[in-house]
């Protein structure tokens, strides 16, 4: 009787470890690549605060900057990038190989985090983005660095550390200059669009620009800390931000998410809505 439940347990072992083996072998290895902090990583691995229910069929690996993300697409680590559809036109510019998808699978706002001690600037910020001069600046702006190939901008040359002596003469903004075409570095000094309104709006206060390069997904936790103001750096509105910031009014009202794969991967073509890719996604 012994030798029987042993040889029936041993059956059952080696049926459980066959059905391990088999699922453990159909599990998808998808990988996508993110960058940290951002709207992207939170909409792949999926996260209440932001609304997201993500994707728990597949993998994702989160990346300092979407760059280091397409470096790892284009070497096989991952199968596909998702980021901001600025930064991805970019990218796939820059970048031999690679193409983006062109469905928009999230939209959102871009605003400016501001310390949360500070309504006095939230409120003059705001007022400048109120002002024609502004809406023209904008507009000339962001025709520059996405209409126009020939646009060569002129490096933003500021201060990078903040001088406790002259607290009330400075704008202090964190950004991540690493996301291009919104910010990004041109030997010292700052490029884009966000580098482009903060020097615009330090002009209008009369106040010294200073700009602190750091990993995005510290921008909006700094702000507040050693002197800094606001943080401006290609940020989505959000309620998870908004407990560590006050949002100014939004300055770009059409950013989203898209997918970056390679040239020759077929897996979304002829795919043209989000329902389409989010089902397609969900099947790897």
Do not use: H
């Not at 391990?20 to 999926?46: L, P, R």
């Not at 996405?146 to 202090?172: H, R, W």
């Not at 009202?253 to 397609?280: H, M, N, R, W, Y």
Request: contains cysteine; proline residues 2%; charged residues 20%.
């Amino acid at each position: 009787m012994k030798k029987t439940l042993v040889l029936v347990m041993l059956v059952v072992a080696m049926i459980a470890i066959a059905a391990f083996g088999f699922m453990a072998c159909n599990k998808s290895t998808y990988t996508i690549g993110v960058q940290k902090g951002t709207t992207g990583e939170y909409y792949v691995k999926g996260d209440s605060d932001w609304g997201y229910s993500g994707f728990s069929n597949v993998a994702y690996n989160a990346f300092d900057n979407g760059g280091m993300a397409v470096q790892a697409l284009k070497n096989g680590s991952v199968n596909a990038v998702i980021i901001d559809e600025g930064p991805a036109k970019a990218l796939a510019e820059s970048v031999e190989g690679i193409k983006v998808i062109d469905v928009v699978l999230t939209t959102e706002k871009y605003g400016i985090g501001v310390d949360k001690n500070q309504d006095t600037l939230k409120n003059q910020i705001n007022d400048i983005f109120a002002t024609d001069e502004f809406k023209t600046f904008k507009a000339t702006v962001f025709a520059n660095y996405f209409d126009n190939e020939n646009y060569e901008p002129t490096p933003i040359v500021a201060a990078t550390t903040a001088d406790d002596s002259k607290a009330a003469q400075q704008l202090v903004v964190a950004t991540n200059a690493e996301f291009p075409p919104f910010e990004y570095k041109e030997g010292t000094g700052f490029v884009g669009i966000d580098m482009e309104i903060a020097a615009f709006i330090a002009n209008k206060l009369n106040l010294e620009l200073v700009i602190i390069d750091m990993d995005f997904d510290s921008v909006v936790t700094s702000v507040g800390v050693n002197n800094i103001d606001i943080a401006l750096s290609g940020l989505t509105i959000n309620e998870k931000r908004k407990e560590s910031v006050n949002f100014t009014d939004s300055y770009y009202e059409e950013a989203a998410q898209v997918l970056i794969v390679l040239e020759s991967d077929t897996t979304f073509d002829g795919l043209t809505t989000v329902e389409q890719i989010e089902a397609k996604l969900k099947s790897l």
